[in-house]
């Protein structure tokens, strides 16, 4: 099953590297408000990816990170599909849930089981906790709910993530709000990828936090 899977991840990012090639990437990479810079022969392009910068050189597709962390195929198709996907649409500054993100209504269900329900999970009665992994990926302290900060995981993609704690009356509840732009930079089916790569950091750099303390 892993390896069917890998199949076709490979194939999408196949077409996602032809898509770019035969574009003008160098107008798509604009859009992207993304860094590059030029030799004879190959273009070197510079990605913030989180609390990282990914180095992808162009035409061959090859990705270093600076933290030499393992750049995952899955994060290169997100990658590309953003660069691919950016209309260079300012940011409104104007937030949206995800079920009111056009088309998306429909898979909300999924995306509170992958998403939201493990932020609820970690962090329903650690506020600071929340706080933390927030500063730890770069993020800026919002003053929505009990604790809220916005993360960038690629240029024009802000996502601000809002915990509410549990108290006597009700249980935890977690809010991800996304730009009104949103889908002029990600296909629809990624939104909810980039989603969980979110959610999944966050819980990680709070129990990187947190690991020598016993608290999380």
């Known amino acids: 099953?892993?390896?069917k899977k890998q199949k076709v991840y490979k194939q999408v990012y196949d077409e996602a590297c032809r898509m770019l090639l035969n574009s003008n990437y160098e107008e798509r990479l604009t859009n992207a408000r993304l860094n590059y810079s030029k030799t004879s022969t190959a273009i070197e392009v510079e990605i913030p990816f989180f609390n990282?910068?990914?180095f992808m050189t162009l035409p061959d597709f090859s990705f270093r990170g600076l933290k030499g962390s393992?750049?995952?195929l899955?994060?290169?198709i997100i990658i590309?599909?953003?660069i691919n996907t950016a209309s260079g649409r300012p940011l409104t500054n104007e937030l949206i849930p995800y079920e009111d993100i056009p088309g998306c209504r429909h898979y909300k269900y999924v995306f509170e089981k992958r998403v939201i329900k493990p932020l609820m999970t970690a962090f329903g009665t650690n506020r600071d906790a929340f706080k933390e992994a927030g500063e730890a990926l770069m993020g800026t302290r919002e003053d929505y709910g009990d604790a809220s900060f916005t993360i960038y995981p690629l240029t024009m993609i802000p996502m601000t993530f809002i915990l509410w704690e549990a108290d006597e009356e009700f249980?935890?509840?977690v809010r991800i709000l996304f730009d009104t732009t949103i889908s002029s930079y990600l296909p629809l089916e990624d939104i909810?990828?980039?989603s969980k790569?979110?959610?999944s950091r966050i819980i990680k750099a709070a129990r990187l936090r947190y690991a020598e303390e016993d608290l999380f």
């Open 74 to 76: 899955v994060s290169k």
């Open 70 to 72: 393992n750049i995952t």
């Open 52 to 54: 990282e910068s990914i």
């Open 171 to 173: 249980p935890p509840s």
């Open 80 to 82: 590309l599909h953003y």
């Open 192 to 194: 909810t990828v980039i």
């Open 1 to 3: 099953m892993e390896l």
């Open 197 to 199: 790569m979110a959610s």
